[in-house]
């Protein structure tokens, strides 16, 4: 079971912007009569409505913003057939055009069509009309206060606030059919929180109007190809609004008392828009629904002397909610067998002891037991099987250990006079249980849930699980005085019980991740002792070492461990070993640094990086050491591989090591050293900032020379540690890179913040520059990775905006020159806002080019 995962934002939101729902017309002023212009050498239509009619010419220019040919735009006259194309400069002459005020429009594919009316034609004279420029942007809304806020739908419909207050976080949300240019009035006051897109992508339901003391608000909805917003609540609680079944329901919450925590549960068909109340009153943190969304579980009608409501169950598709119980105890509710079965408590009463009891569909309530504590009602791994201790006494700390599955009519006894605060094996196999015994410590037990059996281990004062949860290492028979026992292990697959050591001690006590070996100590005092390692496949016992430290490391990726002994005063070094539990052989290390970063293992083979000489500053001399190359006997073992290394700040890759020296408060020397080439190369000094690591661990970005967030750029593929310089002067924030490290989009060549915008194609560092003046942030990368949009010759308001990819970069298509900040692109589409003139300021969207 989970609890339903309420729908969050999913979209993106921009700071600030405008939009318009409108194309508006573009304006144009005659020139003085009898203005000369060249002709146009297009091909004109010169057929008119009435041939008698009196004329005149009409001659301009029509441009496609940002690019240099200009033929094929079409020129027409409204109402008639009158029309004629543009040149490779964008000239056009009309003549016959009737003399009377007519409109033109003109167009060009993929291009937004412009319109001019108004255009008074005057007999026998010449009109020269204003240029014209046709863009590849529509704009959908005019004004300020506008911002884009996301898509819907594979890129076909746009979102967008209006009138959006950063004071108040909220505004009037807008869809808009980017098809058909239809919109959709979501409501006013409407926040970010509070709209909720379907996982499917079909659906969007916004709370608008919400109240600042209660969260309440009109819930309203829409299917994404319909025509019509529905209003579906007008008390719905903006926090709790969510989907099941990917988005063919909703559910959400009403008439919420914040007092009480409760409000009105509502179902909803995405397909009808119908409202059904589930239930009134309900808890909000109660509602969850099974694993295969087939139902939901939920309470009602707390109480408000004890944690308890009515719990309710409805399949979805029923008619109403099923009442399962009443006083059920809130968060104690398990499912056990299939998705519709649970387990739970009920009348706990102020001590949290109840009633444990089991519910399925179609099927009467069954008592399990009666005074079950609260925190002891454990479920298996695999939900078939239920531990649960009854008949619980508060003064003897004791009660009855019983089993439960869905399989069996009733509950089974397994153990009397159980303690209560038993413990669930990680992966929720095994249960460990504690009795009385004569002695201080308890008589321990564990149950293993896969073979329904129970293991006596007898008293037990300490027991660790292995990380599988398939082993269990416990201290039976412990010494009070001491504190010495005998350290045992039992395997549940095998049911292998196996006697480790006599006076053994809990200190120092570890398994190492695949659970073959045990590491322990013997003769502890003064927190060190003799270190000794057993190897459960064939219960071999070794002692490794006097007067150990109880302080083991486990290598991850190799058969490798490490132990210490001799401490230094201050516990900031100690003289280390390392052992391969592949070949049984020990390596002594010397004196090195006993520290979080010293010893560490590589992420491959059987190496090791230390510390020695370490300084106050957590710095000192880093050594390596390689089973495969080092020798395993001598003085002073290892390779010395840096002086005044920087111990915070090391990065194990798949074939060795990344770390920094000589490190001040401003920046370090970035050197890296390779396990193959047994050898350290600087990459760079002077660096800023944390080196970008790819996610195969194979490549490398960082940056030099900081000065004043404008830096140096190197790539480095690891395999030949040689640095690419890739630009100077590149702002620090201004860099993306793709998943798959193919290509880099950067401002370089930085002066304050503003630079060249460059695209780095990092398999052959070739490099396309794309203008000038480009803000560090005015790079946009498509969602996908297959391109980006950026700004330059930003003039510190707003600058030209253009959108290319990046196997292409220099075909880029210039979209705006009047673009802000506000710039929010999909893989199909681009929403910016434009301001600096003043008839055209709004919120634009433009197509995008394809994605690969």
Not at 256 to 271: E, F, I, T
Not at 720 to 735: A, Q
């Amino acid at each position: 079971m989970r609890s339903l995962r309420w729908a969050i934002l999913g979209m993106t939101l921009i700071p600030i912007g405008c939009w318009d729902s409108e194309q508006q017309p573009q304006n144009s002023s005659a020139a003085d009569a009898g203005q000369e212009q060249s002709e146009s050498d297009a091909t004109i239509d010169n057929t008119i409505d009435n041939d008698e009619q009196a004329s005149g010419t009409l001659r301009g220019s029509v441009k496609l913003f940002g690019k240099q040919e200009h033929s094929g735009i079409l020129v027409q006259v409204d109402g008639s057939s009158l029309s004629t194309t543009t040149n490779n400069d964008g000239d056009f002459s009309l003549e016959g055009v009737p003399a009377a005020t007519v409109s033109l429009s003109f167009s060009f594919p993929s291009y937004q069509p412009e319109h001019v009316e108004g255009v008074v034609i005057t007999e026998n004279q010449t009109l020269t009309l204003d240029p014209v420029v046709l863009r590849l942007g529509r704009k959908m809304r005019a004004g300020e206060g506008v911002v884009p806020f996301g898509y819907g739908r594979d890129d076909a419909y746009a979102l967008y606030f209006s009138d959006f207050s950063p004071f108040l976080g909220s505004g009037s949300l807008w869809v808009q059919d980017l098809e058909s240019s239809l919109e959709f009035d979501m409501g006013d006051g409407v926040s970010p929180a509070t709209v909720f897109p379907s996982p499917d992508g079909k659906y969007l339901t916004v709370v608008h109007d919400v109240a600042l003391g209660t969260g309440t608000g009109t819930l309203v909805g829409l299917r994404f190809g319909d025509d019509e917003v529905v209003e579906i609540s007008q008390e719905a609680w903006g926090g709790a609004v969510g989907y099941v079944q990917n988005g063919a329901k909703l559910i959400y919450l009403a008439n919420v008392d914040l007092m009480r925590g409760a409000g009105d549960l509502h179902l909803v068909d995405g397909s009808t828009w119908q409202d059904t109340v589930l239930g009134q009153n309900v808890v909000i943190d109660s509602v969850e629904l099974t694993e295969n969304e087939s139902a939901l579980w939920f309470a009602s009608n707390p109480s408000s002397t004890d944690y308890t409501a009515d719990l309710y169950h409805y399949a979805f598709g029923s008619q109403k909610a099923e009442k399962v119980d009443s006083k059920v105890a809130l968060g104690v509710r398990y499912s056990v067998g299939d998705a519709d079965s649970i387990v739970y408590l009920k009348n706990p009463g102020t001590e949290c002891r109840g009633t444990l009891a089991h519910w399925a569909p179609n099927s009467p309530s069954k008592t399990l037991g009666s005074k079950v504590p609260c925190p002891e009602v454990h479920v298996s791994g695999d939900s078939k099987n239920v531990l649960f201790l009854s008949d619980y006494d508060d003064n003897s700390d004791e009660g009855v250990l019983q089993h439960w599955s869905p399989a069996s009519a009733n509950p089974t006894a397994v153990a009397q006079h159980v303690h209560a605060s038993m413990e669930l094996a990680p992966n929720g196999s095994v249960l460990v249980y504690r009795q009385p015994s004569p002695s201080p410590d308890p008589n321990v037990s564990a149950w293993d849930f896969q073979t329904s059996k129970n293991h006596s281990l007898g008293i037990v004062s300490f027991y660790l699980f292995s990380e599988n949860s398939q082993r269990l290492v416990f201290l039976a028979d412990t010494d009070e005085t001491t504190e010495l026992g005998e350290l045992q292990t039992i395997e549940f697959a095998t049911e292998k019980l196996a006697s480790i050591a006599t006076e053994a001690s809990r200190w120092g006590l570890e398994i190492d991740p695949s659970g073959r070996w045990i590491a322990y100590q013997r003769n502890t005092k003064d927190f060190k002792g003799d270190l000794w390692l057993f190897d459960t496949s064939d219960d071999h016992n070794e002692m490794l070492l006097e007067k150990a430290l109880p302080s083991i490391r486990w290598s991850e990726a190799s058969p490798l461990m490490a132990y210490f002994t001799e401490p230094a005063d201050d516990y900031s070094t100690a003289v280390g070993y390392v052992k391969s539990l592949k070949n049984g052989k020990t390596v002594s290390l010397g004196r090195i640094g006993y520290h979080v970063e010293s010893p560490r293992f590589g992420l491959s083979g059987e190496w090791v990086v230390f510390s020695r000489n370490l300084d106050g500053n957590y710095s000192g001399d880093l050594w390596v050491w390689d089973a495969a190359n080092d020798p395993w006997q001598g003085q002073v073992l290892g390779t010395e591989i840096a002086k005044n290394a920087f111990f915070p700040y090391m990065v194990m890759t798949a074939q060795g090591l990344l770390f920094g020296t000589d490190a001040t408060q401003e920046s370090m020397t970035l050197r890296y050293w390779s396990l193959s080439k047994r050898e350290t190369v600087v990459l760079g000094a002077n660096l800023f900032g944390e080196p970008v690591l790819s996610d195969d661990g194979n490549k490398l970005l960082f940056l030099t020379n900081f000065d004043n967030w404008l830096a140096d750029l190197f790539y480095v593929k690891l395999a030949d540690p040689t640095p690419i310089p890739l630009g100077k002067k590149v702002h620090y924030y201004s860099m993306w890179v793709d998943a798959d490290w193919n290509y880099l989009a950067c401002t370089t060549d930085g002066k304050g913040d503003l630079g060249t915008p460059t695209v780095i194609d990092l398999q052959t560092q070739e490099k396309t520059t794309l203008g000038k003046d480009t803000p560090f942030f005015g790079i946009f990368p498509c969602p996908d990775g297959h391109g980006f949009s950026y700004l330059h010759d930003w003039d510190l308001a707003h600058g030209n905006l253009s959108t290319t990819t990046f196997a292409e970069p220099s075909t880029a298509v210039p979209i705006d020159e009047n673009a802000t900040e506000t710039v929010l692109p999909s893989n199909r589409r681009l929403m910016y806002v434009v301001q600096g003139d003043a008839e055209r300021a709004g919120i634009y969207v433009a197509p995008l080019p394809s994605s690969p």
